[in-house]
């Protein structure tokens, strides 16, 4: 079961994925409309189709990282780096217990 900070940043990370394939494509239909030649139009729709593949790589990278922070974070109390160990009547003095 995945944390909700993870689930969160999840969310964050997939909403700012699609704002930049947005905003790439935007920037991609634009250069096409620019472009005079054939040949510039295919570049232009390449470097749309390489700014899309970017932002999934970013939020593929940046959902590996949530789920290694959840990792890292997961059943560790603040200040319990070990369990404490069990003192036995044997390490006092005779007659303190």
């Given at each position: 079961?995945?944390?909700a900070k993870?689930?969160?940043?999840d969310?964050?990370s997939?909403a ?8 790439a ?15 510039e ?24 990282e ?5 990792q890292v ?7 319990h ?14 007659g303190?217990?």
């Amino acid at each position: 079961m995945q944390s909700a900070k993870e689930k969160i940043s999840d969310m964050a990370s997939t909403a700012k994925e699609k704002l930049n394939i947005g905003g790439a494509k935007a920037q991609g239909h634009a250069e096409k409309t620019m472009a005079r030649t054939k040949k510039e139009k295919k570049l232009a729709q390449e470097r749309e189709k390489s700014k899309e593949a970017q932002a999934k790589a970013d939020l593929h990278q940046s959902k590996a990282e949530h789920a290694a922070d959840a990792q890292v974070h997961g059943h560790h109390l603040p200040g319990h780096s070990t369990y404490p160990t069990r003192a036995t009547g044997a390490n006092y003095p005779p007659g303190q217990i």
